[in-house]
């Protein structure tokens, strides 16, 4: 039955929708969630993220990406560069995307700063058909290797396609709020010469820094408390992430809620999905957290709930002319990180 499920998902002919892989530690993957976010550091960034949601349901979905980004001031510019992997089931569908980004950054008074994003990117997706039963294989046995003639495999193949993306995000240091849509030209990405449009995504995200000492005395670690939140609709799914982040450096610690319990499903039942649970360390260059999330959706622990963990590195860019220091008070919404 499995099998069964895993070819009616490949091979269903007409238009096909489906939502796109996500972290739950969202400001990890800062160029993913909105390009606007590319060089918000005065520093080069290097970010690795894994995410193995359901390992306990016949393989899950598996997750890598790496970016790097840094802040050409004397532009106002930010550059960057991101790879991504996802991997699902044990047929082992994969999509690979490449994606270079740009955005322009608009300072404004009492230093705000307007910063719009864009995406261009290229992927692919297969699947492994070897590790696939086809009907006519079923007479024989699971375990025949007797090939298959099914027509289906006629027009199966790699799909190729390109991905645009834009965003836009104002901010300060403790505060920021942000726009962003995804596959903007909704590209087909049907394996068997057919239509499976990616739809369009659209999400708003935002969130505050409160540091939790305002005394005279200057320390050297003052705790910080992040809420924010995340909302994305996609075709006819939604999702809403809210929660919150306490920074006590080095640790960092958070919890989350994904879904929106005030809306039901077609069965009549609250959209929830998981719990997360965040810790992490931070340092003066390296970051290294993990998170958990809880299923709390009917699917439940039997789905082994989701592992995540991002490793981010920076190092900062010497000053060096003039121009830089006078740009240099940019700031770059710092989520959880402390004030240079």
């Not at 994003?117 to 058909?129: E, K, P, Q, V």
């Not at 992040?226 to 919150?244: C, H, I, M, T």
């Amino acid at each position: 039955m499995k099998v069964v499920i895993i070819i009616v998902c490949c091979f269903s002919v007409g238009i096909s929708f489906a939502q796109d892989p996500e972290f739950s530690q969202y400001y990890a993957a800062p160029l993913y969630l909105n390009p606007a976010f590319t060089g918000t550091t005065n520093d080069h960034r290097f970010i690795s993220n894994y995410r193995n949601q359901w390992p306990a349901v016949a393989q899950g979905y598996r997750t890598y990406a790496l970016s790097y980004d840094y802040n050409l001031a004397g532009l106002n510019s930010g550059f960057g560069f991101m790879a991504m992997q996802d991997v699902a089931g044990t047929a082992g569908m994969r999509s690979t995307e490449f994606n270079f980004l740009y955005s322009y950054k608009l300072p404004l008074a009492n230093k705000w700063v307007i910063s719009s994003g864009l995406n261009f990117g290229y992927a692919t997706r297969s699947i492994d058909f070897n590790k696939l039963i086809f009907g006519d294989q079923l007479v024989l046995g699971s375990n025949s290797t007797i090939p298959t003639t099914d027509p289906a495999l006629s027009n199966a193949g790699t799909s190729h396609y390109f991905d645009f993306k834009a965003g836009a995000l104002a901010y300060n240091r403790n505060f920021w709020i942000g726009f962003a849509a995804n596959h903007i030209n909704e590209p087909n990405r049907s394996l068997v010469h057919q239509y499976a449009y990616v739809p369009m995504k659209i999400s708003v995200h935002g969130g505050v820094r409160i540091p939790l000492y305002g005394g005279l005395a200057k320390l050297n670690h003052i705790p910080v408390f992040s809420p924010s939140f995340v909302y994305k609709r996609q075709a006819n799914f939604e999702q809403l992430d809210v929660g919150a982040y306490l920074l006590y450096e080095p640790i960092i610690f958070g919890l989350w809620y994904r879904g929106i319990p005030v809306n039901k499903n077609a069965d009549h039942n609250p959209m929830q999905d998981a719990a997360v649970v965040i810790l992490g360390f931070q340092f003066s260059q390296f970051e290294i957290v993990y998170s958990y999330d809880f299923t709390v959706s009917r699917l439940g622990p039997a789905s082994g709930g989701a592992h995540e963990l991002a490793l981010k590195y920076r190092f900062e860019i010497q000053e060096r002319t003039k121009t830089k220091k006078r740009d240099g008070w940019i700031p770059c919404p710092t989520f959880i990180r402390k004030e240079k």
